[in-house]
């Protein structure tokens, strides 16, 4: 199967005192991990490339499907608001740092056809960017089979569309940040004047990262900093002096505090455990194996490196930074959220761990198909695991079918259903273990590769806080799954090396390791067709698709395809609106909705987009309940999903309470009611 | 280092040298064949033990009336039971156990003659039985018959409310 196999490096000894930067051996394509291409391969790799061009094609068919009233109206609506000049922050509010919006209003700008189709446009290109960067970054380690398990596993078992597109800076940033990964990791191969240029770009790319999510941004560039501080960009050096060790052993110090300190308003074990395990791994994989020495590298050559990367990062950060800051009269309050100072309680979703014993036996089941293999040749232990995987696989489907449910419907969907919670784990795993393997017998360029994606991996992969779940697990389980898949690679070879196991032997070998993702993937085949297909079973296993409408009105969403479901409710709500309204006056969607604003054609008057309970402050909250009253605003539509989704009231109960006396129903559309003011 | 042995252990499960040439078993091997089985044996322990305690086993052959929980029957209850006391006869016997109405947010109840409704709004019960009305207020009971509109309105009691809404 898999072969990691890396040539040797071409070293040519240099004086110490030359620097890190300098060249202290030529750069030759041995230099980095790489794998042999025998010719056999090229088929291989067309298939590769084949199956996720097919992946992201199938995306493309699906552009025009499905409405996301929440996430997808917040993002269309703020572009709105930029194309008709008002400015974020001191116009209205947001939760990220501004790049994407104006991305999005560019594409408003220049193709004036459907705002919907726009956005969808620039999260497809940025998956596109994401699949190409994944599969570049790992296919030097692996062969192109593994390579692409990354790519797909991102467009097949995490993207959630057409249920919902997120057009999310998470998006573009993790595309970045595959980018800015893929960069460093060619970093041993070039010296001089390339190798700044290269640093410079890192530093841009990242300052680009940080443009789109703050989060992100500032999370790469922390691995940046500490993983050129760690071991440095050059593979054959692995000893430093004293200074810059105690200067590593205080950034491990620094890295840890700053997540605790961020953990803190959730700390609880498990979420301690879920992510400072990786930080850990990634600390003793990087800094444990240091040695010190009196001619090693030095904090100079480190500062050299955070130089040519900060130079990237100003080029970037300042022209966007400083306008911004003049724009919004140096009020830095308003970009509070650029540094984190955001009320954690808002965004927190806590993680939806395994439960139920379906896990155990799914699990169960890869164990007991590789100790199938393990056992061939001894009959009675195979007899034995036989009947333990058959145990595995009946357990998993009684202990997820569901009451009433056709035994061929509950087949077909029980690996998916007991992969529930899984899919958060396997990052976690594979850092840990990616970790482990570093301290393998292995190639000096192969170690420096799995060290430095290991530390990337394991600060990226904290963007999945403060929201722990599936669908943030796409932006921030990419670095993670690079290195998953060169551990499954190795893992994979080592294993039919070991057991001596050749065909179909070997083909069973990779389905127990990919079990898991596999099941995650079919989990979220289901979860993605909601609302517009279902299994069942009428004398064999079938799909029913749900009726669907495609849309010739209202003008940004001409030509889209919804469930009927949503043509009659949402769609009809916002022609109810826009019926009720003149052009051009102000309506409040409440409280996080916002794609009526873009149906209706009808502008916000608040600074707020969504307003979820605390989302604002009580004085913001007075103001919006000012504003409604200045105008005044004469249609409010209320989502009661959202009201349900969202809970309590907690500080939006003054408004609340202000909608609930002053105005009255006029119209209902399932669960959206359209009110109007008395 | 602590991993130094961990290291070894790896490459020695990992490395083709921990094969015997006799194809006997060596201490590597063996040591494979027992992590497997405890790996396997905790699996299944957890899912055995979830097995035993999973609904899939629970069987409730008792017949559950619409709307009703487990071991729940169809009873009526507070206005329900007032209108129910003060009408007689006429009220039936309820087919159903009392539940909300998503769209109204008023409580609903079947009955083997009509259906006994709450309105939140209100705080008023009523019952209909065809062209028959009936409703509890506070001066008692009042009929009347044909439409289901009330013969004069009634004061809305509750607090403005924006998730459930009464009608002004």
Known sequence: ?678 | LPFDNFTLYTCAVLGDHAYRRDGRASTAEVWEYVGLGVVLLVLLAVSVANLTESRFWQTDDRPHAPWCRPGEVPRFQFGFADIARAIGTEAGSPTECEHGDDSSGNTLQATTTGVAIYYWCTNTSTFNRGQDHWMLTPAGVEHWTGSEQWPRPLPIVRAPDLRQLCPT
């Open chain 1, 1 to 678: 199967m898999s072969d990691i196999v890396v040539a040797k490096a071409d070293v040519v000894e240099r004086p110490r005192s030359s620097g890190a930067l300098a060249p202290r051996r030529l750069p030759t394509a041995a230099s980095t991990p790489r794998i042999e291409r025998p010719r056999a391969w090229w088929g291989e790799e067309l298939l590769a490339l084949f199956s996720i061009i097919v992946a992201l094609g199938a995306d493309l068919l699906l552009v025009r499907v499905g409405l996301d009233s929440v996430d997808e109206g917040y993002f269309v609506e703020q572009a709105r608001r930029v194309v008709s000049g008002q400015v974020p922050y001191r116009d209205f509010d947001s939760l990220y740092t501004p790049a994407l919006l104006y991305v999005h209003a560019a594409m408003l700008a220049v193709f004036r056809d459907s705002p919907i189709l726009d956005v969808r446009i620039v999260g497809l290109v940025a998956r596109l960017v994401l699949a190409g960067g994944l599969y570049v970054l790992c296919r030097p380690l692996v062969r192109p089979a593994y390579a692409a398990l990354p790519s797909l596993y991102i467009l097949v078992a995490l993207d959630r569309l057409p249920l919902t597109w997120e057009p999310h800076p998470g998006w573009p940033s993790a595309a970045l940040s595959v980018v800015a990964a893929l960069a460093y990791a060619r970093l041993p191969l070039t010296t001089g004047f390339r190798q700044q240029l290269l640093l410079v770009t890192i530093g841009a790319v990242a300052a680009l990262v940080f443009a789109l999510k703050q989060n992100a941004g500032v999370l790469l560039g922390l691995a940046l900093v500490v993983g050129a501080a760690w071991q440095g960009i050059d593979p054959q050096r692995t000893d430093v002096t004293r200074a810059l060790r105690r200067l590593q052993l205080l950034l491990v110090a620094l890295v840890v505090a700053v997540v605790a300190w961020l953990l803190r308003p959730h700390a609880s074990p498990t979420i301690l455990a879920f992510f400072l395990i990786p930080i850990v791994s990634a600390v003793f994989a990087a800094v444990l194996p240091v040695r010190v020495s009196a001619t090693g590298r030095g904090i100079g050559s480190w500062l050299r490196v955070l130089g040519w990367l900060g130079l990237g990062w100003t080029t970037i950060s300042l022209p966007w930074l400083l306008p911004l800051l003049v724009a919004i009269d140096w009020n830095v309050v308003l970009l509070k959220g650029f540094v984190g100072l955001v009320n954690q309680d808002l965004l927190w979703y806590p993680p939806q761990w395994p439960s139920g014993g379906a896990w155990a036996s799914l699990l169960g089941l890869g164990v007991g198909v590789l100790a199938l293999v393990r056992c061939r040749r001894r009959p009675f232990l195979c007899a034995i695991v036989l009947l333990v995987v058959l145990t595995f696989a009946a357990s998993t489907v009684l202990l997820t079918r569901e009451a009433g449910e056709p035994i061929l419907v509950a087949l077909a969907l029980a690996p998916g259903r007991a992969s529930d919670g899984l899919g958060l784990i396997l990052p976690v795993v594979w850092i840990v273990a990616s970790a482990f393997l570093s301290f393998g017998s292995m190639p000096a360029p192969t170690r420096w590769w799995l060290r430095w994606m290991t530390v990337a991996s394991a600060l990226t992969f904290l963007t999945e806080y403060p929201r722990v779940d599936d669908t943030h697990l796409a932006w921030s389980a990419c670095l993670p799954l690079a290195t998953g898949t060169v551990v499954l690679a190795s893992f994979s070879r080592a294993l039919t090396r070991r057991w001596r196991v050749t065909g179909a032997g070997r083909f069973l070998v990779t389905t127990a390791l990919l079990l898991v993702p596999i099941a995650v993937g079919l989990r979220n085949m289901s979860t993605r067709s909601d609302g517009l297909a279902v299994l069942g079973d009428q004398g064999g296993l079938s799909v029913q698709f749900a009726r669907t409408t495609m849309l010739t009105d209202p003008r940004p969403v001409a030509g889209m395809i919804v469930s009927a479901d949503q043509a009659n409710t949402l769609v009809d709500a916002a022609r109810f609106v826009a019926a009720n309204t003149a052009l051009g006056e102000a309506i409040f969607v409440f409280p996080t909705s916002p794609l009526v604003y873009v149906l209706a054609d009808r502008p916000n008057p608040t600074r707020f987009d969504h307003l979820f309970p605390d989302a604002a402050s009580p004085a913001e909250v007075d103001r919006v309940i000012a504003i409604l009253d200045a105008l005044p605003v004469r249609i409010v539509m209320v989502s009661e999903t959202d009201l349900a989704f969202w809970g309590p009231p907690e500080g939006n109960a003054p408004l609340e309470a202000y909608l609930a006396g002053k105005y009255h129903q006029i119209g209902q559309f399932s669960e959206y009611r359209v009110l109007r003011r008395n």
